[in-house]
């Protein structure tokens, strides 16, 4: 969001995840100069390196390859449609999966996962009507549950190792996790997990930007002032205050011209 007027330029990231497009010169903020940032700093630690979503869907899309050989090979090419008419004729898998994504979010990583494999991914009824009210294509999910179920979604809270060990004790079950919340230490260490049946892995798939990300947007912009949309936001203060720029001489607003 970017408010301009006689208080200058604001610019408020909201959730966001950085990507190059942003500060290219043709970027639309590429001619501002930022009075104050309002910036994501979720992950605003030196520490917190994870990659991009592109590069952490391909790590996520081959631990599922890996799990599900009877799919669709990782060398096929995927059906770019969508889950196809067919997907319900797909070979009994050996083991299954479970994928913890909260309420809203990661919709077109779940189309990638669908397409890739060609299936259905089993999910609750709540789920497709939000689809629907976003005017989603919701070909990629089913609501006919069945036991050879072979991916299916829960609400990210939802996921535990006691749910997966519970549905792991009738066929072999992994507990997958797209997002970088528990991949690192409150100090910002990275925290690894592994795919293991009977537990939940995490695949750092994230909505919220790197701190190396954060640090080349605010480097681009050069605002006078920022401030984390998180609290509290010293994280933002400590590593990122080098970059800001002197703020400009304020503006005196006109006087209203007086008629007698």
Same mark, same amino acid.
């Given at each position: 969001f970017l408010f301009q007027g006689s208080f200058g330029a604001v610019l408020h990231t909201g959730d966001f995840r950085f990507h190059p497009s942003m500060i290219a010169e043709d970027s639309p903020l590429a001619s501002l100069h930022i009075d104050h940032l309002? *910036?994501?700093?979720?992950? !605003?630690? /030196?520490?917190?390196?994870?990659?991009?979503?592109?590069?952490?869907?391909?790590?996520?899309?081959?631990?599922?390859?890996? *799990?599900?050989?009877?799919? !669709?090979? /990782?060398?096929?090419?995927?059906?770019?449609g969508g889950a196809s008419a067919a997907a319900a004729q797909h070979p009994p898998t050996r083991n299954r999966v479970i994928l913890g994504v909260d309420t809203l979010g990661k919709e077109d990583l779940i189309q990638r996962i669908a397409s890739e494999l060609r299936i259905r991914i089993l999910t609750t009824p709540e789920r497709v009507h939000r689809w629907e009210v976003l005017e989603l294509d919701t070909s990629a999910l089913t609501t006919e549950e069945d036991d050879a179920w072979t991916v299916r979604i829960v609400e990210r809270c939802r996921l535990t190792e006691k749910l997966v060990e519970r549905y792991n004790q009738e066929r072999p079950t992994v507990g997958v996790v797209p997002s970088c919340w528990g991949c690192f230490t409150d100090e910002g260490e990275p925290i690894a997990t592994s795919p293991s049946f009977g537990k939940v892995?995490?695949?750092?798939?994230?909505?919220?930007?790197?701190?190396?990300?954060?640090?080349?947007?605010?480097?681009?912009?050069?605002?006078?002032?920022?401030?984390?949309?998180?609290?509290?936001?010293?994280?933002?203060?400590?590593h990122l205050s080098h970059l800001l720029s002197a703020p400009r001489p304020a503006s005196r607003p006109t006087p209203p011209t007086q008629h007698k």
């Open positions: 309002f *910036l994501d700093n979720t992950y !605003c630690n /030196p520490l917190t390196d994870f990659p991009s979503r592109a590069d952490a869907t391909t790590q996520l899309l081959s631990i599922l390859h890996t *799990l599900l050989p009877e799919l !669709c090979p /990782p060398n096929a090419s995927p059906d770019r892995a995490r695949v750092p798939y994230s909505l919220h930007s790197s701190f190396a990300e954060m640090e080349m947007l605010v480097h681009f912009l050069r605002p006078a002032a920022i401030t984390g949309v998180v609290k509290p936001d010293n994280n933002v203060r400590m």
